[in-house]
C-alpha cells in the first residue's frame, strides 16, 4: 500500500512508531518508563526514556560527528512506523538523486519534528552532511529494530490494546520476549 503524506496517521502507525523507539532503546540500555497513545482521536504518542546519562552516551562516530543513544532513539520510531507501512527499504544513498526525499520519506508528516531536530543536533554537531548522517543513523537503528522485531510488534500490539504502558508492565513484555 503506497502511503502518502495527506493519508491520516492511523492508531496502528502510532503503536509500531513509539514501539519502535522503546525497542532501540531497550537494545541500547536506556530505560522505557512509558508507552503511551491516546484511545481516540489525535495519534500523537510518547515512549519516556531515560536516564539523560544513557541517552547522551555515544554509540559510533560517523565522519567525525558522535551519535548517541538519543540519536538512534530518536531515528528508530519513524524507521519502525516506515517499515511498517512500506515493507521495503528505500535504495537510494547519499549523494544518488533523491536521495533527500528518500529521508523525507521515512520521516513522514508525524515525525517531521524528530527530523528538524535531527538535522539541528547533526549541523551543530559539526555534521557536514546532515542528512547522510542520518541515514546511517537510520541504518543502524532498522538493523536493531529488525534484531528487536518480536520485542517490536508485541510492544505495538500492548499499546494498542491498552494505550497506556508503565514500566513495569514494559519490563514484562521484554522479559517475555527475552524468555527470562
Not at 554509540?59 to 532513539?73: A, C, E, P
Not at 528508530?76 to 536521495?99: I, K, N, Y
Not at 549541523?123 to 543513523?137: L, M, N, V
Amino acid at each position: 500500500m503506497k502511503i502518502t503524506p495527506e493519508q491520516p496517521v492511523t492508531r496502528e502507525q502510532t503503536a509500531r512508531h513509539e514501539a519502535g523507539h522503546a525497542t532501540v532503546a531497550v537494545a541500547l540500555g536506556v530505560d522505557v518508563y512509558r508507552l503511551a497513545m491516546p484511545e481516540h482521536g489525535d495519534h500523537s504518542g510518547t515512549c519516556d526514556t531515560g536516564p539523560r546519562e544513557a541517552l547522551a552516551r555515544v554509540v559510533r562516530d560517523i565522519s567525525g560527528v558522535d551519535i548517541t543513544n538519543d540519536m538512534l532513539v530518536t531515528a528508530a520510531g519513524p524507521v519502525a512506523g516506515f517499515l511498517h507501512r512500506a515493507h521495503s527499504w528505500p535504495c537510494s544513498a547519499p549523494g544518488d538523486a533523491g536521495f533527500s526525499e528518500q529521508i523525507e520519506r521515512i520521516f513522514q508528516a508525524d515525525s517531521r519534528d524528530e527530523l528538524c531536530r535531527l538535522r539541528t543536533t547533526l549541523t551543530s554537531a559539526g555534521a557536514k552532511r546532515p542528512d547522510a548522517t542520518i541515514w546511517e543513523i537510520c541504518l543502524d537503528a532498522r538493523k536493531l529494530l529488525e534484531l528487536g522485531s518480536q520485542l517490536c510488534a508485541r510492544l505495538a500490539d500492548e499499546l494498542l490494546r491498552c494505550a497506556d504502558l508503565d514500566a513495569e508492565h514494559i519490563e514484562r513484555i521484554v522479559s517475555a520476549v527475552r524468555g527470562r
